[in-house]
């Protein structure tokens, strides 16, 4: 791309000296306007402030309005007390009295209105909101409801056990075994006639039985799995043996590497462990 070369001489070249003061004087005047700007932004803040500080004090101009509000609510109570004085035609001994009373009052309201205007407006409903009128005229419902409630769980929770395929397998083992447990047992012959009498407890003790098939098959196939495992343990030892290292090979597992340079000191140093030990 060509180059843009702008000539010494001429006026709009960037760095002509009377184009750098100008530029200068024109950076210098907006540093000022900024500044005066900034100074007067701060100072009607600081106004605001001191004028925020002296009305929570009670000074300044809140302090004049209120005595004036105060001066004309005494005139209005003074010119109706004048007012019953003449149609009456008594003397009221308690206006001192109730002035300060009417004062007061006017002060707490005012007092209450101005700090609801400072809360302004809340985030979080109040207690009053939280707690409606209608909410306690529901309790007695409520409860009925998590009465039900809790029927209701209750039985879906005991057709859920009742229809469980898990809990049904369980009684169905439970009662199996048991039925085992019982047709194992050898019943005595004394009872199973119900004719006969027990046998006599000095005679000798009768051989017993012999085993049966069930007992039987299961020692064999007990047996035969223990002769399964101990095949197998003995596959999985030789498969050991089989990838072994050759340096382990030569001399075995307990003879270490056969490639060891000092064999003899090894030796007595395993040696001495031993002895200690």
């Known amino acids: 791309m060509g180059k843009l070369n702008i000539a010494h001489h001429k006026s709009y070249h960037p760095y002509r000296r009377d184009n750098i003061e100008r530029v200068r004087k024109d950076e210098e005047e907006a540093a000022q306007m900024e500044a005066e700007a900034e100074g007067r932004v701060v100072l ?30 005494i005139e209005d109570a003074k010119a109706s007390i004048v007012a019953k004085d003449s149609n009456q035609g008594h003397f009221n001994l308690f206006e001192d009295l109730e002035k ?15 700090l609801e205007t400072e809360k302004g407006v809340p985030l979080a409903p109040s207690a009053k909101d939280l707690r409606p009128w209608y909410s306690e005229r529901d309790k007695g419902k409520e409860y009925q409801e998590d009465e039900k409630g809790e ?31 019982s047709s194992l047992v050898p019943q005595p012959s004394w009872r199973r006639s119900k004719n006969r009498t027990p046998p ?8 017993p039985p012999p085993p049966s098939d069930a007992t039987t098959m299961r020692l064999t ?18 498969e ?28 007595e140093a395993h040696s001495y462990r031993r002895r200690r030990w």
Do not use: C, W
């Open 100 to 114: 300060q009373e009417m004062i007061s009052a006017i002060r707490v309201t005012k007092k209450t209105a101005q």
């Open 200 to 207: 006599d407890s000095n005679n000798k003790m009768k051989p």
């Open 151 to 181: 029927r209701l769980r209750l039985r879906d929770l005991a057709s859920k056990t009742m229809n469980d395929p898990l809990t049904a397998i369980t009684h169905q083992l439970a009662s199996g075994s048991s039925s085992n447990n």
């Open 44 to 73: 009607a803040d600081a106004e605001a402030r001191l004028d925020l500080l002296r009305e929570r004090a009670g000074l300044g101009k809140g302090k004049g309005k209120k005595k004036e509000d105060d001066m004309k609510v």
């Open 240 to 267: 050991m043996r089989g990838s072994e290292t050759p340096s382990t090979v030569h001399g075995g597992l307990d003879e270490g590497y056969g490639d060891v340079f000092n064999r003899r000191e090894v030796e």
């Open 221 to 238: 196939r007990e047996s035969s799995e223990r002769e399964r495992a101990l095949a197998l343990i003995r596959r999985k030892q030789r």
